[in-house]
């Protein structure tokens, strides 16, 4: 059972362009929502997260939206530039829970052309 | 540089053979994991453990042991090595007081079963 699901599998974007990952979720007991960036050959690295008390958060050109009601939280990447592209996840918890899991989304392959 | 460091980065393995992937970290992180990463699958989580002497297993724990005999070290052994094993191994690792405040992951094992 995939309990993030992440869309879409893959995004091309001009550069200068939005990008726009999301992803959706089942446990209502997740309350911490990360997402990582991931470049060819290294680890995942967290890039944001947003707890369900906000409804947006912004850090520079990347922002999450989050949506409780619908248990959805997606990531905008404004002006996208070449230097984006990379491999991203999203990921959610209980952080409160006695086992501390990530659960990843299965990632979004980002091109971002020149 | 403080840390998550796995070893080695590259391995290929015949059929059957064992071997111990390391993963070490000096941030004194309670909490550490593995992941193996496959195309299309995302990450998966393997086994994990929330402090010395306290594991547990994860999505796909088959055919993978782990001990954790002190906070830095977190080894993952293959005992019998199969091809469905070939992939890209990640450590992980972070606090658990505030659990969730994200993830520092190695930079992976490549790993290949022929």
């Known amino acids: 059972q995939q309990q993030v699901k992440q869309s879409p599998q893959s995004l091309i974007v001009q550069k200068g362009g939005i990008s726009i990952i999301n992803c959706a979720y089942e446990?209502?007991?997740?309350?911490?929502f990360p997402w990582y960036q991931q470049f060819p050959g290294k680890g995942p690295a967290l890039l944001i997260a947003?707890?369900?008390?906000?409804s947006e958060k912004k850090e520079g050109r990347f922002t999450i939206s989050f949506n409780k009601s619908a248990k959805q939280f997606s990531l905008h990447i404004m002006d996208s530039q070449p230097g984006d592209s990379a491999t991203y996840f999203c990921?959610?918890?209980?952080?409160?829970?006695?086992?501390?899991?990530?659960?990843f989304g299965k990632g979004t392959l980002l091109t971002v052309n020149p | 540089n403080a840390g998550v460091t796995q070893t080695p980065k590259f391995q290929v393995l015949k059929t059957g053979q064992s071997m111990t992937l390391q993963c070490a970290q000096d941030?004194?992180?309670?909490?550490m994991s593995w992941y193996r990463q496959d195309p299309g699958m995302g990450l998966r989580l393997i086994h994990y453990?929330?402090?010395?002497?306290?594991?547990d297993q994860g999505e796909v724990p088959n055919g993978y042991n782990v001990s954790r005999s002190t906070t830095e070290d977190f080894p993952l052994r293959l005992l019998s090595a199969a091809p469905s094993q070939t992939s890209v191994y990640f450590c992980?690792?972070?606090?658990?007081?505030?659990?969730?405040?994200?993830?520092?992951f190695g930079s992976g094992t490549r790993l290949t079963v022929v």
């Open positions: 947003i707890r369900p008390d906000v």
């Open positions: 990921a959610a918890t209980n952080s409160g829970g006695s086992n501390y899991k990530l659960t």
């Open positions: 446990n209502t007991a997740f309350d911490y």
């Open positions: 453990s929330v402090g010395a002497g306290i594991t």
């Open positions: 992980a690792s972070s606090y658990v007081v505030g659990a969730g405040y994200g993830y520092t």
């Open positions: 941030m004194n992180h309670e909490y």
